[in-house]
Nanobody
Framework: QVQVVESGGGRVQPGGSLRLSCAAS????????MGWYRQPPGKLRELVAT???????NYADSVKDRFTISRDNAKNTVYVEMNSLKPEDTAVYYC?????????????WGQGTQVTVSS
């Protein structure tokens, strides 16, 4: 079994910064992609950013130049540094880890962490 746990959410004023962390643990030989997604109030879950095991990144247009995703493969951990936060960044942020095992793809999700951007 694989567990994915996010941390680092909270309340911040517009223009502020937050850093989210996500650690995967359990029966893991290697993790393929890791990513951050978010679900704003009343909306569907959407992509924030993803990163491959070799460091290739992909960002949603809405967060480019403000958010930075990174990972520590030795710790099975992914981070997202969020700067210049806006009220529209308010959402529950979810992390996922994609693992290939015996030819099958498994995606594991964390429970989410709330980020609120408000003055």
């Amino acid at each position: 079994q694989v567990q994915v746990v996010e941390s680092g959410g909270g309340r911040v004023q517009p223009g502020g910064s937050l850093r989210l962390s996500c650690a995967a643990s359990g029966s893991i030989s290697s993790i393929n992609d890791m990513g951050w997604y978010r679900q704003p109030p009343g909306k569907l879950r959407e992509l924030v950013a993803t990163i491959t095991s070799t460091g290739t990144t992909n960002y949603a247009d809405s967060v480019k130049d403000r958010f930075t995703i990174s990972r520590d493969n030795a710790k099975n951990t992914v981070y997202v540094e969020m700067n210049s936060l806006k009220p529209e960044d308010t959402a529950v942020y979810y992390c996922n880890a994609v693992i290939f095992r015996r030819g099958a793809k498994y995606t594991y999700w964390g429970q989410g962490t709330q980020v609120t951007v408000s003055s």
